[in-house]
């Protein structure tokens, strides 16, 4: 089952260019993932220049958050020249947060935050990350919250592949029912079915559902909680039960469950990424040829 460019880049997501992660692991953004917030690590890569990375991704997610940690240090990259002609190109101040070490005294930390914030307009905050990380991941949460990160979703859907299935067994004769998940959160998941309806009632309790998700291995009881067409298929929403009869997963499975979420949404997201890096890369492959070519014309009409 593919999954469409749309269908990946919809939604609210916030990426952070060239983290520090002594400060901020990228385990906080598996934490973030059961909170709500879609997040990313954007790390340094020897094969695509940052400024190309940043460019693909504000081009391609329409409803983003974007924090640089200007901290980083490459050669050839002035922070200060590089954000400044970001906003201007984009014109997207409202999606722009700053990250730095904390400074050692009131004068930097002042410095940094009337340069980003009361010159360039930064909007989504100018933060300095402490050196203790525990502190940091409060200090990011509240952050996430305060620019509204969640966008307007409660929950976060991962999109599936054919590698995440679903088997229970229905009706009289415990027919054995097998399938793929269209997308699946930590306290839903939904099916699609293509020319023939399931026998499910509305708000009916189906037990023992086995999942696997590319395989990480789970069950868990479930109710039917929406259905409805789409493009001619019926599209089926569950909401998992738990062992106490209540909404939502046991803890403990709820706890194992995100990590592997989490870690789908980034191979969907990569994914989609990598190949538009590279289809950069090869546009300005055949821009510089084009532009040799044009050189030896001239040239040649010249002589």
């Known amino acids: 089952m593919g999954i469409s460019v749309n269908d990946i880049v919809t939604g609210r997501k916030t990426f952070f260019i060239l983290p520090d992660t002594s400060l901020m692991p990228e385990s906080y953004l598996e934490d973030y993932f059961a909170l709500g917030y879609e997040c990313y690590f954007v790390p340094f890569d020897k094969r695509i220049n940052i400024k190309k990375k ?14 640089f940690n200007i901290d980083y240090n490459l050669p050839g990259l002035d922070w ?34 009337r340069k980003y914030l009361y010159e360039m ?11 203790q990380k525990n502190h940091n991941f409060d200090l990011i949460a509240r952050l996430l919250y305060a620019n509204q990160a969640q966008g307007r979703r409660k929950t976060i859907r991962a999109l599936c592949t054919s590698a995440c299935t679903y088997t ?6 415990n027919d054995s029912i097998t399938g793929t998940l269209q997308d699946i959160s930590l306290s839903h998941f939904t099916i ?16 023992d559902i086995h999942f696997n998700i590319r395989g990480f291995l789970f069950r868990s009881d479930a109710v039917l909680v929406m259905e409805r067409p789409v493009n001619g298929d019926m599209l089926y929403v569950f909401a998992f039960i738990n062992s106490a009869g209540t909404s ?3 803890s403990r499975t709820k706890g194992l ?24 890369n090869e546009a300005e492959v055949v821009d510089d040829e084009l532009e040799v070519i044009d050189s030896d014309k001239s040239g040649d009409d010249n002589q």
Do not use: W
């Not at 590089?82 to 070490?101: C, F, H, R, T």
């Not at 229970?168 to 004769?173: A, E, L, R």
């Open 80 to 113: 200060d020249d590089y954000i400044y002609e970001y906003l201007q190109e984009y014109k997207n101040p409202d999606s722009v947060g700053i990250m730095y070490a904390k400074r050692q005294t009131k004068a930097e930390k002042s410095l940094i935050e």
């Open 54 to 67: 940043v460019k693909v991704i504000t081009s391609l997610f329409k409803d983003l958050i974007i924090f």
């Open 168 to 173: 229970y067994t229905y009706g009289q004769f």
């Open 121 to 131: 307009g930064v909007r989504c905050g100018c933060v300095q990350l402490e050196y």
């Open 257 to 280: 469950l995100g990590p592997s979420l989490y870690k789908l949404m980034c191979m969907n997201c990569n994914a989609i990424l990598d190949q538009m890096y590279h289809e950069l």
């Open 248 to 250: 939502g997963l046991d």
């Open 192 to 207: 699609l079915i293509s020319g023939t309806d399931l026998e499910i009632q509305l708000y009916e309790k189906i037990k």
